[in-house]
């Protein structure tokens, strides 16, 4: 089965602080994509990063950034210098069949940030 | 660029009722996905389509459940009659194409069935 799992429920991190969150996923496929999804309390589900699994160099956005281990089947995210409105649901999605369609959801990560 | 857009926001209906979800995609974007999100859970996908085409829908429950694409464009998520299980957000998404192309959410709406 191909499942994503992420073992935080909820984490916490003072503004300005450096937090990860993390992520590990089961497939059989060789080739695909993985990616961090942040969901406000809007409820709209804003992509965060994606990492394409042929490519060894860890992908990057501003203050975002992943610790991809392809052999590991991990996927955590980093978030640098937090700030506010960084507070926000965190799922990591993955698309079992290696095209970016279909995504599997882990149940997520509820991150908050005190100033 | 106009988001994915859907309504309504927030529905309340007694269970046995029906209901009614309706989506726009992204102008342009072939691939439209309806997911269910269910409280302290990530979304699961109910139906994608391609174009006007189901390419998925194995994980919608049929006897209630029904979604149609008319035209390629917009979509209508249909409940009934609805349960009280089906308390969730219901999502729309679309991306431009089937594969490896990010997918852009709506707002999504919030079902509450009493």
């Known amino acids: 089965a191909q499942t994503v799992t992420q073992s935080q429920p909820e984490m916490s991190v003072q503004e300005a602080e450096t937090v990860t969150l993390s992520c590990t996923y089961d497939?059989?496929?060789?080739?695909?994509?993985l990616f961090w999804y942040k969901q406000p309390p809007s409820r709209q589900m804003i992509l965060v990063i994606r990492q394409e699994a042929y490519k060894q160099q860890n992908a990057t956005e501003n203050r975002f950034s992943v610790n991809f281990q392809k052999a590991a089947k991990s996927f955590s995210l980093k978030i640098s210098d937090s700030q506010l409105g960084d507070t926000a649901m965190y799922f990591c999605a993955f698309p079992p069949q290696g095209g970016s369609e279909k995504l599997v959801f882990g149940k997520g990560t509820k991150l908050t940030v005190n100033p | 660029e106009a988001g994915v857009a859907q309504s309504p926001r927030y529905k309340i209906i007694e269970k046995r009722q029906s209901v009614a979800f309706w989506c726009n995609p992204i102008?342009?974007?072939?691939?439209l996905y309806w997911y269910q999100q269910i409280l302290g859970q990530g979304p699961k996908l109910l139906i994608q389509f391609q174009n006007n085409g189901v390419v998925d829908d194995s994980q919608l429950p049929k006897d209630r459940f029904s979604a149609e694409r008319l035209k390629g464009v917009d979509s209508t998520l249909k409940i009934q009659p609805a349960k009280l299980e089906d308390s969730a957000v219901y999502l729309c998404a679309s991306s431009i194409r089937q594969g490896r192309t990010e997918a852009f959410f709506g707002q999504g709406t919030r079902l509450t069935v009493v």
């Open positions: 102008s342009g974007h072939a691939t």
């Open positions: 497939t059989s496929e060789s080739n695909y994509y």
